[in-house]
């Protein structure tokens, strides 16, 4: 539920912008890619404050704040009447929010130690379901409500995934006892981690492949928008395309992972 509500608006951004007022191709091109890159940019200077925050009250909390927090700022979509507003909401959504890490954290410690790989196998493939449903359910229910309605239905999705947490969800947290301030620097081991030579290598690799795929969804509607004979709104076709990634990594991530511990991780 969480991702499909944070998925919903991907396909349709661009166009967004376009109905904000901005038309010329090449603008909209950059503030698609600008509104994503406000976002990303507010969940990794945040994401390890919020860690260390979830190390003193608990996950459940954490996980909460995020989903709680992302239901108003996406319904606060709704609202913007301009291209600033959009860029300071966008931040905002990446800085309060980022739900895969809390998530991650709660189920390590709600799962039996032996089944914990298994269970963030599931985590996995509920996130993968969902940034396939949410691109293919925003796409197509844009063209039917609009684009601000959206927005509201994917906080309504987001609230109800919250109500859920509160209701459901239960957590044992025990507070961990304090530690030296000095090895708490979160600078300190990201130096020790460039510093190892393999570790780098494939951080910086990483960094590549994701440099390369994220630069995609900002820009594939305005790609489809050009194409001839469209069978379909450019935000429905967007939605399929990207729900049908969502598929193939749903699909491929376990198939491959067992395949990894056969043949090695490194030929994968």
Same mark, same amino acid.
């Given at each position: 539920?969480?991702?499909?509500?944070?998925?919903? /608006?991907?396909?349709?951004?661009?166009?967004?912008?376009?109905? $904000? =007022? +901005? &038309?010329?191709? =090449?603008?909209?091109?950059?503030?698609? =890619?600008?509104?994503?890159?406000?976002?990303?940019?507010?969940?990794?200077? !945040?994401?390890?404050i919020w860690g260390s925050v979830g190390d003193r009250i608990g996950r459940k909390p954490m996980f909460l704040r995020a989903v709680g927090l992302g239901a108003i700022l996406i319904g606060g979509l709704a609202l913007v009447r301009n291209i600033g507003q959009l860029l300071v909401l966008r931040f905002l959504i990446g800085a309060l929010t980022g739900v895969q890490a809390p998530a991650m954290a709660l189920? *390590?410690?709600? #799962? %039996?130690?032996?089944?914990?790989?298994?269970?963030? =196998?599931? +985590?996995?493939?509920? /996130?993968?379901?969902?940034?396939?449903?949410?691109?293919?359910?925003?796409?197509? $229910?844009?063209?039917? +409500?609009?684009?601000r309605r959206t927005f509201l239905l994917g906080s309504a999705f987001l609230a109800l995934a919250a109500l859920a947490i509160i209701l459901f969800v239960r957590e044992g947290f025990v507070k961990p006892p304090p530690r030296d301030r000095a090895g708490? *620097?979160?600078?300190?081991? @990201?130096?020790?981690?460039?510093?190892?030579? &393999?570790?780098?290598? $494939?951080?910086?690799?990483?960094?590549? +492949? *994701? !440099? #390369?795929?994220?630069?995609? %969804?900002?820009?594939?509607?305005?790609?489809?928008?050009? @194409?001839? #004979?469209?069978p379909g709104t450019p935000a429905a076709l967007t939605g399929i395309a990207l729900g049908t990634a969502g598929v193939c990594a749903a699909i491929s991530a376990p198939l491959l992972g067992r395949l990894a511990a056969r043949v090695g991780y490194g030929v994968i």
């Open positions: 539920m969480v991702f499909v509500g944070f998925n919903l /608006v991907i396909p349709f951004m661009p166009l967004f912008i376009q109905e $904000l =007022g +901005i &038309h010329d191709r =090449g603008q909209v091109a950059a503030l698609a =890619g600008l509104q994503q890159t406000a976002s990303a940019i507010g969940l990794a200077v !945040f994401a390890p189920v *390590s410690t709600l #799962a %039996p130690r032996a089944r914990t790989g298994y269970v963030v =196998g599931l +985590i996995q493939m509920a /996130v993968y379901s969902g940034m396939f449903a949410g691109p293919l359910v925003g796409g197509l $229910l844009a063209d039917v +409500i609009g684009f708490l *620097s979160w600078l300190g081991d @990201l130096k020790k981690l460039v510093a190892a030579e &393999h570790l780098f290598v $494939l951080l910086a690799t990483v960094f590549c +492949i *994701s !440099f #390369a795929v994220q630069g995609l %969804p900002p820009i594939l509607p305005l790609f489809i928008q050009q @194409l001839p #004979a469209l």
